[in-house]
């Protein structure tokens, strides 16, 4: 089936770095990624849209300039957490629409912890 | 705008009972829906879904769910439950083929021995 690759799975970064959150897709093209955020116990919560070229679509409350998302190419979709603070410590996935829409796939998940 | 609620936080069941995991949604059409399990620090497995057609809809694991259009609701259920299903459920729907999902708050699902 369609397999999502999302690196890394885990990493510790410090305040006012920025950290680089990738996913690609292996065995199709995902020309829509939406990324989520889950803080722990909760659910996931949509964060961005990102479409192959084009420029991506922010949900309300989510500051772009924070989390950048680029779509470059039909296989690679990331995210970037610039100038990163404790509070943006989470667990970060990307999910795309399966071609012919049998679903969505997942990448696996980033633990984003920072200190 | 479409919304999913699973009305149950936690449960905890014995193994080798049954579980019924609730889950409704609020959308005016029948909207996709699938049900996830995540286990602690990893991503979402899918479990099952419904698109259209038959209203019992077997997955993986043993898990079963029916959509119920009258109740708006899609539950999930596994007629005996093993110690290794104790994790994280989530319902999801979407109203239109590839647009993004929208999650129910989650179950967390414990399991007694």
């Known amino acids: 089936g369609a397999v999502v690759s999302q690196h890394p799975s885990r990493v510790i970064c410090k305040s006012g770095t920025s950290v680089k959150i990738e996913c690609r897709s292996l065995d199709f093209q995902a020309t829509t990624m939406f990324w989520y955020r889950q803080f722990p116990k909760q659910s996931l919560m949509l964060m961005a849209t990102s479409n192959e070229g084009s420029k991506a679509t922010y949900e309300q409350g989510v500051e772009k300039d924070k989390f950048l998302i680029n779509h470059a190419s039909l296989t690679l979709s990331t995210l970037t957490v610039t100038s990163a603070h404790p509070e943006d410590s989470s667990f970060y996935i990307c999910?795309?629409?399966?071609?012919?829409?049998?679903?969505?796939?997942f990448g696996s998940g980033t633990r984003l912890t920072v200190v | 705008a479409q919304s999913v609620t699973q009305p149950d936080i936690h449960i905890t069941v014995s193994e080798g009972a049954s579980l019924e995991l609730r889950c409704n949604y609020s959308y005016g059409a029948t909207p996709y829906l699938f049900w996830y399990v995540q286990s602690p620090g990893q991503g979402l497995q899918l479990l099952l879904k419904y698109f259209s057609g038959d209203t019992l809809v077997q997955g993986i694991k043993g898990f079963e769910a029916e959509f119920k259009r009258s109740q708006s609701s899609f539950n999930l259920r596994k007629p005996s439950v093993h110690w290794s299903d104790a994790a994280e459920y989530f319902c999801?729907?979407?109203?239109?083929?590839?647009?993004?999902?929208?999650f129910g708050g989650g179950t967390r699902l414990m399991v007694k021995p």
């Open positions: 999801a729907v979407v109203r239109d083929a590839g647009n993004m999902l929208t």
């Open positions: 999910s795309a629409p399966e071609a012919r829409f049998y679903g969505y796939t």
